[in-house]
């Protein structure tokens, strides 16, 4: 990113981010509160690694960070993240009350304990000047918050932000509440299981080793006998050995039981007084009778961890976990806090089947626990012990190094999963055997779950596609909803990949040392709140650094086979609409579209890679199969191109930077690439088809049958549900889906967005129909989240809660296995305009849906909902196609000037939505079967009678039809997306205006002298029936004056036409008021030229007469009015309430107003008509005299202090006015000073 150079890494960090400061959108008062956080350097490559964070106000950003990584030369290698704009033009903060703050951050982790918690400061020790702290109260543990800002679309909000340890005292969340509003912003987990809510768990190096590595197993292995190891650890690693004293506590970690699952304790350790820590131990009943050897063993890997992590580059100055740093940098006073059997014997009921990593924050130093469970095999079987599995040890520990690692790497959906990755890969890793087949079949928690040769994951690990064929492109759906273990999944298979590369590059040893590095180095290097996309790149520029790229085309191998290549692409981490590639780069382009289909209106986002191409932005062509033809410059972002275009469904209009689309279009994209790999030009290709939008109906609702099922009563709740059938939702199935008690489903991943309006849905694939804050009470009887699957083919949600202002809402949606989306809305619903939503969204409630692509929704805007319904029609599963014909042009017709197009279009069992007229296989209007045709409809009774007819006119020259043969068809689509083609009507067009509208200007006559006040007026018509005026316009010299008025009514001109009349008779008359003196534009003295320009319904301007008209302005000499300001004067310093006075007289015309004007601004009217005989005394001819003054008092308390523009503005009856005094272009200078 920048050549070699010298001096400190701050400067160099600092320099290049200013250097970049424009692209970022930020100024050096932004940049002004930027601050080094973090810095450290790896000692095996040389890179010294910066994290800066900002501060305005003496309060820190919660979520800006800037990473940048320079090597041992000084160059910056990577840079990356967010920072923001300085708020101070909002002048110095108040903060509001932190008491509100905190219950809204408790209710947002616990609702039921939330309810009744009563805020109660307390004093205690924190690592944070800022922090304040409130009494725990029923939850976990104390809660600790402090004021920060928190960046919501690009701007900063002050806010709370607070840890919350829910009532389990193992749930911990990061809370940040707005402070103005009390909106939450962002809730974050700092808890990170072994498995999700449904009890999977990992195991491997356990009292059940597989005894051949990489061997499916087909049943249990035997138990193996435990063996004599020394605990002193790595001379490097652990200087001072492991064990401090005679128990298992020492410089790294602290081991104990914690059966009532106490947070943050420091447990009771293990005691051999001899050094020698063999105790009992039997496999099976119950681990908890050897509790001793289990911490042992606990003791012994939790050690394991940090000596290997150290080894391959987590050490003190990255941000280990030591008591003693032993001056190698990073902070100390921060060893791991380790449970064996944690909440066994908790009150009520044990914890079991899971483990966990926790900690009071990310940063070096900050406390981090780890607890391990028991576990058991099932009904009548015997337990199992988290404290005895490498494998989940490792993957807990190795939680606590990618949080410290990797800047807000688990802020986001990819990177929580790539977090649990990373804990599944070090736990696998780290475990086996030398040896083991890089290629072998490796399933997880088998010991933990006893699940032999299956594992607690989705599927065993494996480089065979045949094992496990899960790739990028299943990013959401590796199970049936977004999960951060199974889609962690992705990222393991991706390592696994690598890492068998790499040992058949460089054999066991070696490639296993170099992938255990290489993905730490990673981490390091990585852009802050990472995508998988962004760690493939940090992975590849490790290897750079570390190795002189030695395996570039080994790591592109791994990464492509499971569809991270060179054009996979994702948005940002927290999304699952990814471009999966299985691609390495070549120098032969690539180009592909960013979604697989796209609803028409949606942007169209575009990807192209060409290893051999090196300029900064590329152009390709877009074809759309309605003729449209496009171009589009895509830009370089990293190592592709990437660029974005608007569509349309509207008509085709070439080159215009819009791209049109209709009914199940398809879209191709093409690049010339000019040198391939074989140095010849080839054209790359990509397509996707189109859909067209939900549409909009009011069906009669229809009955609902079965009994409902409350779901919960519990506000800010999340449901994964199962849905009954699976349910199509624009271009995908979902059988699944979550449920939220603020008025949402979606359908991929959990949604967190401190915004609920149009914006924050197009980030998730989702139907809203009340999405805002809601809350259960009291407001209405029997509130809670309700479901129904009592209707065959249907399922019903139904909430029944209350809005922040606690106005009863009652609100349900009802999905079809045909895709239908019925929005209902009962009793209550009203005053949704009043609901309250963060500084900085949009207004909501929100009532929509959307792909979930991230720059498309379908929403509305209702203000009241009571008693009311309607539809989302799906554009697919029609049960009838439209019926259309083609009248007009009739084959082989001659046209001249315009086409009119016209016919019929219906359906039998619903509404056609659109009429699309196609000449040339060009898509040239788009129309509504909307006319009547009760001729065509006395005939054929047919569904949608009389409304069934189309008709439109087009301009052949506009249209750039030449003189000779053409081609068209028309097709109509119902709101289903059902659609029929006529078949294809052959017609010429002659060279020639054609039909030509009538008009004449009746006022002024040729040669008319005018002045003052006038009404210009004539008409203008077609007397072809087909054809209509749409405007008129009246030009003089050439220029259009505004505001002419067309339609009225000409008796006179229409009755003596000849039948049919026009159609818009007789409103064909046109007028244009215009004052010669004053209107503007201006109409000076002198000869002018007059013509009327006519536009038809087919777009097409006509101007008569054929010559101009002309007519003359004669005014005589017109004179603004004058005066001058007596009182205040110029750069006076005004207080209070001030007395202006002054005079102002119009020669030959009256003074009609005067006003008063602060920084061009009107501030109040002056009382005009005082007697100013002084002022007469010294003019002459002056008709107005003496009673020229006028006087006004002017409150200079509701303007601003400091320096302010102050004049008067006189205007005379024939419009002309006149500032005074004219020292400046509004006045003159004075200076408001009240106290």
């Given at each position: 990113?920048t ?13 290049f ?8 959108s930020l ?8 601050f080094?956080?973090?810095?450290y ?12 964070r900002?501060?305005?106000q003496?309060?820190?950003v ?6 940048t990584n ?7 290698i990577s840079?990356g993240?967010?920072l ?12 509001g ?10 209710k947002a ?12 400061q ?10 304040i ?11 600790e ?6 960046g ?5 909000r002050?806010?709370?932000?607070f ?11 990061a809370v940040v509440?707005e ?30 080793p597989?005894?051949t ?8 292995p ?12 790595d001379v ?11 128990g ?5 970690a602290?081991?104990g039981?914690?059966?009532l ?8 350790t ?7 820590f ?7 009943p119950?681990?908890l009778?050897f ?5 042992v ?15 391959y580059?987590?050490?003190?100055a ?8 032993f ?8 060893p791991?806090?380790a449970?064996s059997?944690y ?13 966990f990593?926790t900690s ?10 780890v607890?391990?469970f ?5 009904a009548g ?5 988290g ?14 190094v990618?949080?410290?690692l990797?800047r807000?790497g ?11 990755a990373?804990?599944d890969?070090?736990?696998l890793?780290?475990?086996?055997p ?6 072998g079949?490796?399933p997880a928690?088998?010991y933990?779950l ?7 994951r ?14 990028y ?7 049936s909803s977004?999960e951060?273990h199974?889609?962690?999944e ?9 890492r ?5 590059q460089?054999g066991?040893?070696e490639?296993?040392?170099r992938?255990?590095?290489?993905v730490?180095?990673?981490m390091?290097?990585s852009v802050?709140?990472p ?5 493939r ?9 570390d ?16 569809g ?19 691609d390495?780069p ?8 960013y ?10 986002r575009?990807?192209?890679?060409d ?21 589009l410059?895509?830009v370089?972002?990293g190592s592709?191109?990437v ?16 791209l ?23 054209v790359?290709?990509?397509s ?7 549409a909009?109906t ?14 919960t009563t519990s506000?800010?709740a999340?449901l994964s549900?199962?849905?009954?059938f699976?349910f199509?939702?624009?271009s ?22 401190a915004?609920?309006d149009?914006?924050?849905l197009?980030?998730?694939?989702g ?15 029997n509130e809670g ?12 949600f139904?909430?029944a ?6 106005a009863p ?7 079809s ?25 949009g207004?909501?409630?929100t ?41 007009a042009?009739v084959?082989n ?9 016209s016919?019929?279009?219906?359906d ?8 699309d ?9 788009v129309?509504?079967a909307?006319?009547p ?6 005939q ?17 020259a ?6 000779g ?16 083609d006529?078949d294809?009507?052959s ?13 004449a200007?009746?006022?002024?006559a ?9 009404v ?12 209509t005026?749409?405007?008129?316009d009246?030009l003089?010299?050439?220029l ?7 339609g ?5 001109i229409?009755s003596?036409?000849p ?12 007028t ?6 004053t209107s503007?534009p201006?109409l000076?003295d002198?000869p002018h ?9 087919s777009?097409?301007f006509t101007t008569l ?8 302005v ?25 007395n202006?006075s ?11 107003s005067?006003t008063?004007l ?12 005082s ?13 107005a005299?003496?009673?020229i003054?006028?006087s006004?008092?002017?409150?200079t ?5 400091g320096p ?5 503005r006189?205007t005379n009856n024939?419009g002309?006015s006149r500032?005074?005094?004219a020292?400046?272009?509004?006045g ?8």
């Open positions: 990113m050549e070699p150079a010298a001096g400190r890494p701050e400067d160099l960090a600092r320099r981010l200013e250097s970049k400061a424009s692209d970022l100024t050096p008062d932004d940049i002004s509160g930027v080094l956080a973090k810095q350097q790896t000692g095996h490559n040389g890179v010294t690694h910066m994290v800066f900002q501060q305005f003496g309060i820190e919660w979520n800006a960070e800037w990473v320079l090597d041992r030369n000084g160059a910056v840079a993240g967010t923001y704009a300085n708020p101070a033009s909002s002048g110095q903060v108040t903060p009350s932190s008491l509100s703050a905190v219950r809204s951050a408790v982790v616990n609702p039921a304990l939330g309810a009744n918690f009563a805020p109660m307390v004093a205690r020790a924190t690592r944070r000047a800022d922090a702290v409130f009494a725990a109260g029923d939850f976990g543990s104390d809660i918050g402090r004021l920060v800002w928190f919501l679309r690009g701007m900063l002050l806010a709370w932000a840890t919350v340890t829910d009532q389990d005292a193992v749930s911990r969340y509440v402070d103005s509003s009390g909106a939450i912003l962002d809730k974050a987990e700092l808890t990170f299981f072994a498995t999700p809510p449904t009890g999977q768990v990992f195991d491997k190096g356990s009292p059940q597989n005894p590595p990489g061997i499916r197993l087909i049943s249990a035997p138990v193996v006998d435990r063996v004599t190891v020394p605990l002193v650890g490097v690693a652990s200087p001072s050995g492991w064990v401090s004293g005679n298992t506590a020492g410089n790294n602290i081991i039981e914690n059966r699952a106490q947070d943050f304790i420091t447990p009771q293990t005691v051999a007084p001899d050094g020698t063999s105790f009992a131990f039997t496999a099976g119950n681990p009778l509790s001793d050897a289990v911490n063993n606990l003791f012994y890997w939790i050690n394991r961890a940090h000596d290997l992590h150290y080894q580059g987590f050490d003190e990255a941000g280990n976990y030591q008591q003693d740093n001056g190698r940098g990073g902070s100390g006073g921060d791991i806090l449970y059997h909440g066994a014997a908790l009150t009520g009921s044990p914890l079991l089947v899971n483990s990593f009071r924050g990310s940063d070096d130093g900050d406390a981090s626990e607890g391990m028991a576990s058991f095999s099932g079987g015997f337990f199992t012990d404290a005895l599995d490498a494998e989940i040890i490792i993957h807990e520990y190795t939680h606590g990618s949080t410290r990797v807000q688990y802020s986001t959906f990819q990177g929580r999963s790539m977090g649990e990373w804990s890969f070090y736990g890793e780290y475990t086996l030398s040896g083991a087949p890089p290629d079949v490796y928690g088998q933990f006893q699940a032999w040769g299956t594992g607690g989705s599927r065993p690990f494996s480089t065979s596609l045949d094992v496990n064929p899960i790739t492109a299943n990013l959401g759906s590796v199970i977004p951060v199974a889609d962690g992705i990222w393991v298979e991706a390592l696994m990949e690598i068998a590369n790499l040992v058949a460089f066991d040893d490639g296993r040392r992938v255990r590095m290489l730490m180095d990673g390091k290097l802050p709140a995508s998988m996309v962004d760690m790149d940090a992975i590849l520029l490790a290897d750079r650094v190795f002189d790229g030695k395996s570039q085309s080994q790591l592109w191998a791994g990464f492509a086979k499971r991270l290549g060179v054009l996979a692409y994702s948005s940002g981490g927290d999304t699952v609409h990814v471009v999966a590639s299985f390495t070549s120098a032969t382009g690539r180009v592909k579209f979604d697989d289909s796209i609803v028409n209106g949606e942007p169209l575009v990807l192209l890679a290893a051999n191409y090196t300029q900064p932005t590329v152009k390709v062509q877009l074809t759309s199969v309605v003729g449209d033809r496009e171009e410059v895509l370089r972002s592709i191109y660029g974005t275009i608007p569509t349309t469904t509207g008509a085709v209009t070439r080159n215009n930077g819009v049109s689309l209709s009914t199940f279009d398809f879209v191709n994209v093409f690049y010339v690439d000019f040198s391939n790999e074989s140095g010849a030009v080839q790359m290709i990509a996707i088809p189109t859909q067209v939008p939900y909009l009011v069906p009669q609702p229809a009955p609902v049958t079965g009994a409902e099922v409350r779901l506000s800010n999340r549900l199962s849905l009954p699976a199509p939702f624009y995908k199935k979902y059988t699944s889906a979550q449920v939220y008690t603020n008025g949402l489903i979606s359908f991929d991943v959990p949604v967190s967005s915004c609920m149009s914006t924050a197009a980030h998730y694939a139907i809203a129909p009340l999405w805002t804050t809601l809350t259960f009470g009291t407001a209405q009887t989240l309700f479901m129904n699957v009592g209707t065959a083919g249907k399922v019903v139904r909430w809660a209350e809005t922040q202002t606690g809402v009652n609100f349900s949606v009802t999905l296995q045909d895709g239908a989306i019925d929005f209902s809305y009962g009793a209550g619903n009203g005053n949704l305009a009043l609901v309250p939503t963060a500084a900085g969204c207004s909501g409630p009532t929509g849906i959307s792909n979930g692509h991230d720059l498309f929704s379908q929403s509305v805007r209702l203000l009241s909902l009571a008693n009311f319904s309607f539809r989302w029609e799906p554009p697919f599963n029609y049960s009838s196609v439209p019926q259309v014909t083609l009248e042009p084959a017709a001659t046209v001249q000037g315009v086409l009119t197009v016919g019929v279009a219906y039998s069992d619903s509404t056609v939505s659109r009429v007229i196609v000449i040339d296989d060009i898509e040239r209007a129309v509504g909307t006319l045709r009760p001729d065509f409809c006395a054929h009774n047919v569904h949608g009678c009389p409304q069934v007819g189309f008709q439109t006119n087009l301009d052949v506009a249209l750039n039809l030449a003189p043969i053409h081609t068209i068809r028309v097709r109509a689509t119902n709101l289903r997306a059902g659609f029929s006529t294809p009507v017609f010429a067009v002659s060279a020639g205006p054609g039909r030509l509208p009538k008009g200007i009746e006022f002024p040729a040669g008319a002298e005018l002045s003052g006040s006038v210009f007026s004539g008409y203008a018509y077609f007397d072809d029936p087909a054809l005026v749409r405007r008129v009246v003089i010299d050439g259009t004056y505004p505001n002419t008025t067309y009225v009514t000409r008796n006179d229409c003596p036409l039948t049919p009349r026009p159609l818009n008779c007789s409103g064909v008359g046109w244009l008021a215009y004052n010669t003196q503007l201006p000076p002198g030229s007059m013509q009327i320009r006519v536009q038809d319904d777009g097409r007469p054929d010559a101009p008209m002309a007519f003359t004669k005014n005589g000499a017109q004179q603004a009015p004058l005066g001058g300001l007596i009182s205040p004067k110029p750069n006076d310093r005004l207080t209070g309430i001030v202006v002054g005079f102002a007289y119009s020669p030959g015309g009256q003074v009609s005067v008063l602060v920084d061009g601004a009107l501030r109040g009217i002056a009382s005009y008509g007697p100013q005989p002084d002022i007469c005394a010294s003019l002459t001819g002056v008709e005299c003496p009673n003054g006028f006004a008092l002017l409150d308390t509701t303007i601003p202090n302010h523009v102050f004049g008067i006189i024939q002309l500032i005074v005094p020292l400046d272009s509004a003159m200078n004075v200076v408001i000073d009240n106290p």
